[in-house]
């Protein structure tokens, strides 16, 4: 049980320092994503995307790792990524560069830190009516892109890889 | 006081895909996948039951993600930590309320930014939490 703080930690260590060096975690940085005119975060996060998606899934076939997959439920995740959308657009943080924010001294970054702690509290609140709504519209339980059509998960892997390459192309070519 | 040059930005294909790296280092080693919004329901039960400990036991949510110091949270500490090594070692670190995109719109005043940023915050953990990210 220690351990796993310790690994936390250094993982967390190594990740922030990544974040922060490439500069993804500033508030220019990601509204710059999402008013479409600087696309770092994306390149970044798509970059980690497939380097992960490969080795994941190469070790997961020799049998090292295990999966980690969620639960499809449509209605809470719809509105539930409505509402996240919305207030990142309005906070410019998310809830890990937050913390990474913070530690580059941006003050901004305690404000929205105080407020996802007061969401988290709220959603305990509304949990119990949650629960047997809007928590079960749509539930198609834990699927997977290669699962619903039936093919090898190297085959979707592939094509991802593909496609991620040629946005990258595209966004190198429009200097966004 | 002289205006120190912060370090040229690390390109962003070769970061992400370091911190892919990193991720199937977790997943292989620790067996953990990245998060942190679970992060933030501890410390509101942390938090809550300072002030009312009878209400964080009995609550269905805070029985489901118990308010414990875990591996996520920990983790969430790592990036704060890592990010301030980053910025004191490149030049970077800078006091700043107001991010300059936002001044550029609304001006430098940080209180008009902090509650702005606080109810974004409050909006975005609720999203994410319904999410289930």
């Known amino acids: ?176 | 006081m002289s205006k120190k040059l912060e370090k040229k930005a690390w390109n962003p294909y070769l970061a992400g895909a370091l911190s892919g790296v990193v991720l199937i280092l977790s997943v292989w080693i620790a067996g953990k996948y990245f998060g942190a919004s679970t992060t933030f329901v501890r410390s509101a039960g942390f938090i809550e039951s300072t002030f009312r400990p009878e209400a964080v036991e009995t609550m269905e949510y805070f029985q489901k993600q118990v308010p414990k110091i875990d591996w996520q949270w920990m983790f969430v500490v790592g990036i704060f930590i890592g990010s301030l090594l980053a910025a004191i070692t490149s030049g970077s670190f800078k006091w700043k309320a107001v991010p300059p995109m936002w001044e550029k719109r609304f001006g430098s005043g940080a209180l008009l930014r902090g509650v702005v940023a606080f109810f974004g915050g409050v909006v975005a953990m609720f999203g994410a939490r319904l999410a289930d990210g």
């Open chain 1, 1 to 176: 049980m220690k351990i796993d703080l310790i690994y936390g930690l250094v993982t967390g260590i190594l990740f922030g320092f990544l974040l922060q060096r490439s500069r993804v975690i500033r508030y220019d940085k990601q509204l710059g994503a999402l008013r479409l005119k600087d696309m770092t975060i994306i390149k970044f996060m798509l970059s980690s995307v497939l380097v992960g998606m490969v080795g994941i899934y190469l070790l997961h076939d020799l049998g090292l790792v295990k999966l980690s997959i969620k639960t499809t439920i449509l209605g809470a995740q719809i509105i539930g990524g409505l509402l996240f959308g919305l207030g990142w657009g309005l906070l410019g943080y998310c809830p890990g560069t937050a913390a990474g924010a913070l530690g580059e001294g941006r003050l901004d970054a305690v404000w929205g830190i105080a407020g996802m702690i007061v969401g988290a509290a709220l959603f305990a609140e509304a949990y119990p009516a949650m629960k047997n709504t809007v928590l079960t519209w749509g539930n198609y339980g834990k699927i997977t892109i290669p699962g619903i059509l039936g093919i090898n998960h190297w085959i979707i892997i592939v094509v991802f890889v593909v496609c991620g390459l040629v946005l990258f192309r595209w966004l190198e070519k429009k200097e966004l």
